[in-house]
C-alpha cells in the first residue's frame, strides 16, 4: 500500500514509525513497541446473571501508540461500551488491568478526555462556560484551576479550534447537536489530557453532520497530535478514521482482530481499497470465516 499521505502533511503516526516504531511492529501488550500511550492487559468482565456468570468481556488486550488514532468496532452485545467505561476509569475490571502512561487506571483522571454521545453540557453555562469548566473545577493536575487570563485564552483558542467562532457566548439550548458535540470535545481537550477516548460521539447526528465531524476530529487531532481511542459500530467511519482498528466478538466480549489501515488520508469510501477494507472489517464483525485479507 502507498505510505504518502493524502493531507499533504505527517500525522502522529508518522512521526511514531519515522521514531523507530516501524510498520508491522508488534504493538500487542507485552510485544517490541515502547511507546504505547494506553494498554489494555488480559481485562475481563463478569456479572452474576440468573443462571450462573454472565461473561462480558474475557482477556482483552490490546495498545494504543503514543499519538496514535485507533478506533474499536463490533457486533452489538460484545462489550464495547463496558470496555470503554473499564478504560475510562469508571467500572471496575473482574480481572486484568489497564494502564495509562504505564500507570494504573484505578478511576477517572484529568489524564483523559472523555466524549460520550450525549453532551452532557451545563444547560446554564454558555459555550466558554461549559469549555472552561474542568480549568475551573480541577486544574490540569487535578488540584486546583489555572488562572483566569490564562483560562480565557485557553477556551478561546479551543472554541476556535472546534470551529465555533462567534458562538462562545451562547447557551446549549442554542446549538445544533453537531455544535453540543464540537463544545464536548473542547471541554475534553481543555484539561491538555494524554488520551482523548470517545463513545459513539457522532452517533446522534444526521449523515451530513456526522461526516463534517469526523473531517473535523482529524483536523483537530493532526494539530493537537493526541492519542485518540474510538469507539463506533460505524464500519465506514471506522476505516476513515483509523491508523489501527480493533475488531471485537461476542460471547464473551474479546479482540477478534487488529486491522492496520494503510491509506492516505482524505480516504473515499468510493476507493477500491476503502472498500477492501470495509468489507474486511464487516466480514470480521459478522463472524464469517475465511474473510479475504486486505
Keep these: 500500500m502507498n505510505d504518502e499521505r493524502g493531507d499533504g502533511g505527517s500525522s502522529p503516526k508518522d512521526a511514531n514509525d519515522a521514531n523507530g516504531n516501524a510498520e508491522g511492529e508488534d504493538r500487542t501488550v507485552g510485544g517490541a513497541a515502547s511507546a504505547a500511550r494506553v494498554r489494555v492487559a488480559e481485562v475481563a468482565k463478569h456479572y452474576e446473571g440468573t443462571e450462573g456468570p454472565i ?11 503514543d499519538g496514535e488514532f485507533v478506533c474499536l468496532v463490533g457486533p452489538s452485545g460484545c462489550g464495547k461500551t463496558t470496555l470503554f467505561r473499564i478504560i475510562a476509569g469508571l467500572e471496575s ?3 486484568g488491568e489497564v494502564f495509562l502512561n504505564d500507570e494504573r487506571v484505578e478511576g477517572p483522571t484529568p489524564d483523559m478526555g472523555v466524549v460520550f454521545q450525549e453532551y452532557h453540557l451545563f444547560p446554564w453555562r454558555t459555550v466558554r462556560g461549559n469549555v472552561g469548566f474542568g480549568l475551573e473545577k480541577g486544574g490540569i493536575d487535578g488540584e486546583g484551576g489555572i488562572d483566569g487570563e490564562e483560562r480565557r485564552q485557553r477556551v478561546d483558542r479551543l472554541v476556535e479550534l472546534v470551529g465555533l467562532e462567534g458562538f462562545g457566548d451562547s447557551y446549549p439550548k442554542e446549538l445544533s447537536g453537531g455544535m453540543k458535540q464540537r463544545v464536548a470535545i473542547a471541554r475534553a481537550l481543555a484539561v491538555d489530557p494524554d488520551l482523548l477516548l470517545m463513545d459513539e460521539p457522532f452517533g446522534a447526528v444526521d449523515a451530513q453532520t456526522r461526516e463534517m465531524l469526523q473531517s473535523e476530529l482529524l483536523d483537530i487531532w493532526r494539530e493537537t497530535g493526541k492519542t485518540v481511542l474510538f469507539v463506533t459500530h460505524d464500519v465506514e467511519e471506522a476505516v476513515k478514521l483509523a491508523d489501527r482498528i480493533v475488531v471485537m466478538a461476542k460471547e464473551p466480549g474479546r479482540v477478534r482482530e487488529t486491522i492496520d489501515v494503510d491509506l492516505p488520508r482524505p480516504r473515499a469510501r468510493s476507493d477500491a481499497a476503502f472498500g477492501r477494507y ?8 459478522r463472524g464469517e470465516r475465511g474473510t479475504p485479507d486486505v
Excluded at 461473561?55 to 501508540?65: C, K
Design 93 to 95: 475490571a473482574t480481572a
Design 278 to 285: 470495509y468489507e474486511r472489517v464487516l466480514g470480521l464483525i
Design 55 to 65: 461473561r462480558a468481556l474475557e482477556g482483552v488486550s490490546f495498545d494504543v501508540s
